[in-house]
């Protein structure tokens, strides 16, 4: 629900209805039709199980941009990890580098995406760059 407010996101988890949360979007000047009323109510009062994607997300997986890029968090693990200082690509997991010592890292500490050559940090998001984690 792109370009809502905290507020108003957490009245709409409170409508008991998508006829509910259609009035709501109303009083607030949002215009949208019957059946996207019903897939919003939807998306904010899912249950049950995950989808496959939705539980690696949770699990220390990621997601992909629109771009294919894989959103990550920093301690995500991966078998392409290469420092970010030197190049040097370390054996999968590991996450190591044998340049450096640990601790002794330009920035932040070894074993990190955040040290990895192929990480960005953009808008908030740390994106994998490199071409294996692309979708």
Same mark, same amino acid.
């Given at each position: 629900?792109?370009?809502?407010?905290?507020?108003?996101?957490?009245?709409?988890?409170?409508?008991?209805?998508?006829?509910?949360?259609?009035?709501?979007?109303?009083?607030?000047?949002?215009?949208?039709?019957?059946?996207?009323?019903?897939?919003?109510? !939807?998306?904010?009062?899912?249950?049950?199980?995950?989808? !496959? !994607?939705? +539980?690696?997300?949770?699990?220390?997986?990621?997601?992909?941009?629109? !771009? /294919? =890029?894989?959103?990550?968090?920093?301690?995500?693990?991966?078998?392409?990890?290469? #420092? =970010?200082?030197?190049?040097?690509?370390?054996?999968? +997991?590991?996450? =190591?580098?044998?340049?450096?010592?640990?601790?002794?890292?330009?920035?932040?500490?070894?074993?990190? #995406?955040?040290?990895?050559?192929?990480?960005?940090?953009?808008? /908030?998001?740390?994106?994998?760059?490199?071409?294996?984690?692309?979708?």
């Amino acid at each position: 629900m792109e370009n809502f407010t905290e507020e108003l996101i957490t009245k709409g988890k409170a409508a008991n209805s998508p006829e509910e949360l259609l009035a709501l979007a109303k009083e607030n000047g949002i215009e949208f039709k019957e059946e996207q009323a019903e897939a919003y109510f !939807d998306e904010l009062h899912k249950t049950g199980e995950l989808s !496959d !994607d939705e +539980l690696g997300n949770v699990a220390g997986g990621g997601c992909h941009k629109g !771009d /294919g =890029r894989l959103v990550v968090t920093t301690n995500y693990k991966c078998g392409n990890w290469a #420092c =970010r200082y030197c190049g040097q690509e370390t054996t999968p +997991l590991s996450h =190591r580098c044998p340049n450096h010592e640990y601790g002794l890292m330009p920035s932040n500490s070894p074993g990190k #995406c955040s040290t990895c050559k192929h990480m960005s940090y953009e808008n /908030g998001l740390w994106l994998c760059n490199h071409p294996a984690n692309k979708k």
